[in-house]
């Protein structure tokens, strides 16, 4: 398919401006080590989309191929997800590289992700343990006093 270059020219322009209001959003937006993360990236629509997240050593990415587009207006965007994690304590380069129809990876955002440590919980156990001493301990205390 042979496409005229005022064409392409539209395309590009519209392709230029999705990529200025790259919208990326991160949940949770306080991620800690036992988070599972969602990645939530506004794509042009009307595209078969192929996404795929790797993570290496502190840097995520996130590529999203674009095929079988349906070109025109209206351009608009819709949400796509990419989930990953969790992940180890630390601070992490999230990359989103978008490839539309078979013209190669192109940096779509790019921003940081700090993953806290996990909050410690109790298990079933530990947390009865602690029910009963507490209770152990309160009940010693109001004997005292009585």
């Given amino acids: ?20 209001e790259a919208a990326v959003t991160i949940a949770p937006a306080s991620p800690t080590a036992q ?15 192929i996404i795929t997240t790797s993570v290496t050593g502190n840097s ?7 095929q079988g587009c349906i ?10 997800t990419a989930r990953f ?5 630390g601070t992490y380069t999230y990359d ?7 013209t190669g990876p192109v940096l779509y955002s790019r921003q940081m992700i700090v993953v806290a440590p996990a909050v410690p919980i109790l298990s079933e156990v530990g947390l009865s343990i602690l029910a009963i ?9 109001l004997g005292k006093r009585g």
Avoid: N
């Fill in 1 to 20: 398919m042979k496409m005229k270059p005022h064409v392409l020219l539209a395309l590009g322009l519209v392709l230029l401006a999705l990529h200025a």
């Fill in 35 to 49: 988070d599972q993360i969602t990645a939530t990236i506004d794509v042009l629509a009307g595209c078969f989309d």
């Fill in 60 to 66: 995520i990415r996130t590529d999203i191929r674009q």
């Fill in 71 to 80: 070109i025109g207006p209206p351009a608009f965007t819709v949400p796509e």
């Fill in 85 to 89: 994690g969790p992940l180890l304590p």
């Fill in 96 to 102: 989103v590289y978008l490839e539309y129809e078979h």
């Fill in 133 to 141: 001493s507490l209770a152990g301990i309160a009940c010693f205390a």
